[in-house]
């Protein structure tokens, strides 16, 4: 059984970074794309970053382009996200999860495991 746990959340001042961490318990890590998807109040949840199973290809949500990136550690079976010029509207829960395909995968239900979330509140 594979299991996500997010970190790194926290409370950061508009224009700040975060970085955060998924650990991911299984063996199987290195074979799978990963993502990162985030849910605000009131919304669906909706897609952040993908990353293929080896690093070697990424994307991102037009709205965190150019300020977030995502990589792996398969060595380490760990996958973070790092985050620049936070904006309040970045303010959600983000979720970790892993794909059952190698490729990058932007929709949710390409995804068979999830973590539980960390929150992420950036104030104006």
């Known amino acids: 059984q594979v299991q996500l746990v997010e970190s790194g959340g926290g409370l950061v001042q508009g224009g700040g970074s975060l970085t955060l961490s998924c650990a991911h318990s299984?063996?199987?890590?290195?074979?799978?794309?990963m993502g990162w998807f985030r849910q605000a109040p009131g919304k669906e949840r909706e897609f952040v970053a993908t990353i293929n199973w080896s690093g070697g290809s990424t994307y991102y949500a037009d709205s965190v382009k150019g300020r977030f990136t995502i990589s792996r550690d398969n060595a380490k079976n760990m996958v973070y996200l790092q985050m620049n010029s936070l904006k309040p509207e970045d303010t959600a829960v983000y979720y970790c999860?892993?794909?059952?395909?190698?490729?990058?995968?932007?929709?949710?239900?390409?995804?068979?495991?999830w973590g539980q979330g960390t929150q992420v509140t950036v104030s104006s």
């Open positions: 299984g063996r199987t890590f290195s074979r799978y794309a």
């Open positions: 999860a892993q794909s059952r395909y190698t490729a990058t995968m932007t929709r949710g239900d390409r995804y068979d495991y």
